[in-house]
């Protein structure tokens, strides 16, 4: 009995003790403390973007180093991983974003965010040309900002490779924007379908849903939109049951080809069990307001062309350049030969400039263009730029010494100062001693729907492909366990449990 009551006690301790410590954290998180303001003498550190890249940086960055201005056009940081499953209403759009301004509020020393796009970057004269593109305009929306160093972070926009139609007719999957045109397209479809006396080919036409592209984008998209129709759809608008399809439509022999032969081979079952067509060997070359044009290659090696019609169009063909990184490239010979992207050296410098650095989609260093990649580039630029502050730090001090010790004559206090810069040359070393970037690749995981994911993941030397459900929770827990913040971590968890409980909301906005 005794026992019991001890055991009971420190279980109520323990619980009390974990409550009070997530109640200071988020007292804490929603009472940021006063920031100094940033020190005119320092030098002027702008970042364009708020995306995987820049954000990683800014984490990281000893903020009282630099005058530190931000510019984009988000104001804030948009978890994409789990952007496919905003489409359907799985997990709402709010639960993915991290407010920017909240995040800046917390770091040591005052940061400047101005919403805006970078129009130019004219790396001669060290100056960005910015505009305000939002609804609301001031007397000033257009302006310039100078700096001493610059880091671009602008991602990447949707490719089209100039195929006629896709802009006006099909959907992108990038921001969150996209995710909301998609979740009210598919409503839009479903509820037009069953239109009094519409036509059996329309309602085959509005219940089409293709997807292009069988990147991870696609596969994802379509897999999430399968679950909607099975757990959701069909039972909430059952007239849709026997024409509401799934294609996903790629070039190439076959879809993931970032990931194992294994791993391709279970995605591609999986889809068939869940009736998903995958059209492979089928290129997309134009695109209408009600069907596609594909060239298909059949098993004989014979093309053949045919329109599929489509309701809802997804567009998920991968990344182009921006507007203004493409300028940028023609400003600098150096870029001539790059064609995806600034191509930067191993501290990510971009190639031909000294004081511009390139993080994730925007920059090319021989990596796939993932989160995983920017962040880490992110996370290697604020090492770079806090070091080099330190090295700055201790190069004045030594120098400061340095004088101080012609002026001293010969004696205990000359050689006092002689053993201290000998200390500051030894942590100078030390500080200075930085290896370039280097890539750890962790794995590549996908969601491919009906609770399933495949995943590769590199493990000691090895590396190991599995793909199912056990896979799925790895892939939900992996994902929670990255989202930016626990307020992000607390509301997927919720949205996650809302739509298994209640089912994913089908009214349209
Ligand atoms: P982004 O994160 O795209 O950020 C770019 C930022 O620049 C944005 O804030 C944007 O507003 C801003 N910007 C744009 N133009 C300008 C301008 N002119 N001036 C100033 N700012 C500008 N990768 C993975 O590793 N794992 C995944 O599971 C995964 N899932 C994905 C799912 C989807 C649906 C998508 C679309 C991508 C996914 N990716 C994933 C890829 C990953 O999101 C990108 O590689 C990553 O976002 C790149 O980071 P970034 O910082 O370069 O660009
Ligand atoms: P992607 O570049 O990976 O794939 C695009 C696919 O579209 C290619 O397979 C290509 O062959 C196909 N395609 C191009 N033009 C076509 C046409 N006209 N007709 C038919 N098919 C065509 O693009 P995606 O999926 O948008 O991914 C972009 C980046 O983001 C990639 O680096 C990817 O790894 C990353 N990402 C990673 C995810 C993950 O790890 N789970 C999820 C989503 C994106």
Redesign the pocket.
């Known amino acids: 009995f005794r026992f019991l009551r001890w055991t009971w006690r420190i279980t109520y301790l323990s619980a009390l003790g974990g409550l009070a410590y997530v109640g200071y954290g988020i007292y804490e998180m929603r009472s940021p403390p006063d920031q100094p303001e940033p020190d005119p003498s320092k030098k002027t550190l702008v970042i364009?973007?708020?995306?995987?890249?820049?954000?990683?940086l800014l984490k990281k960055l000893d903020t009282e180093n630099y005058n530190v201005i931000v510019?984009?056009?988000?104001n804030?940081?948009?978890f994409?991983?789990?952007?496919?499953s905003c489409t359907t209403g799985t997990i709402e759009h709010r639960s993915i974003m991290e407010p920017i301004r909240n995040f800046l509020r917390h770091k040591k020393s005052a940061v400047k965010y101005y919403e805006?796009?970078?129009?130019k970057i004219d790396y001669q004269k060290k100056v960005?040309y910015?505009n305000d593109d939002s609804e609301i305009k001031g007397d000033v929306s257009s302006t310039e900002i100078p700096f001493d160093m610059l880091v671009?972070?602008?991602?990447?926009?949707n490719a089209t490779f100039g195929i006629p139609g896709v802009r006006e007719n099909g959907l992108?999957?990038?921001?969150v924007g996209?995710?909301q045109k998609i979740r009210k397209r598919i409503m839009d479809c479903c509820e037009t379908a069953t239109f009094k006396d519409q036509s059996a080919e329309e309602v085959q036409r509005l219940l089409h849903m293709v997807v292009v592209g069988g990147g991870?984008?696609g596969v994802?998209?379509a897999g999430e939109l399968q679950d909607f129709f099975e757990s959701d759809l069909k039972k909430w608008i059952p007239d849709i049951t026997e024409n509401f399809h799934v294609t996903l439509v790629e070039a190439l022999p076959n879809v993931l080809p970032m990931f194992s032969k294994q791993l391709i081979d279970y995605t591609e079952k999986t889809f068939k069990e869940e009736t998903i067509t995958i059209r492979t060997k089928t290129m997309v070359k134009n695109v209408t307001d009600k069907y596609i044009e594909a060239e298909s290659t059949g098993p004989d090696g014979k093309k053949k062309l045919e329109k599929i019609p489509y309701g809802l169009l997804v567009w998920?063909t991968g990344?182009a350049l921006?507007?203004?990184?493409k300028d940028l490239m023609q400003q600098i010979p150096a870029q001539k030969d790059s064609r995806r992207g600034l191509a930067v050296n191993e501290y990510l410098v971009v190639k031909g400039t000294e004081n511009i650095w390139a993080?994730?989609?925007?920059?090319i260093a021989n990596y796939?263009?993932?989160?995983?990649?920017?962040?880490q580039?992110?996370a290697f630029l604020a090492r770079l730029f806090n070091q080099m502050a330190k090295t700055e730090e201790i190069e004045t001090e030594l120098k400061t010494l340095s004088d101080k010790q012609d002026k001293v004559p010969n004696g205990e206090q000359r050689n006092a100062i002689f053993a201290d810069m000998k200390e500051l040359q030894k942590r100078l070393r030390r500080v200075k001693q930085m290896g370039p970037f280097e890539y750890s690749h962790q794995g590549?995981?996908?969601y491919i729907g009906s609770e399933k994911a495949v995943a590769d993941i590199s493990w000691l030397a090895g590396n190991i492909a599995s793909g199912g459900t056990l896979t799925y929770f790895f892939w939900r827990s992996a994902?929670l366990s990255m989202c930016f913040s626990t307020r992000n971590r607390i509301l997927v968890l919720l949205d996650w449990t809302k739509s298994k409980i209640f089912g994913r909301d089908v009214s349209r906005e």
Do not use: H, M
């Open positions: 364009l973007g708020t995306g995987w890249g820049s954000v990683s510019v984009s056009p988000r804030y940081f948009l994409t991983p789990l952007l496919p805006a796009e970078a129009t960005i910015v671009v972070g602008v991602g990447a926009e992108f999957l990038k921001e996209d995710a991870p984008t994802e998209f998920a990344n921006r507007p203004v990184v993080v994730g989609d925007c920059a796939a263009p993932t989160a995983q990649v920017a962040a580039e992110g590549s995981l996908a994902y």
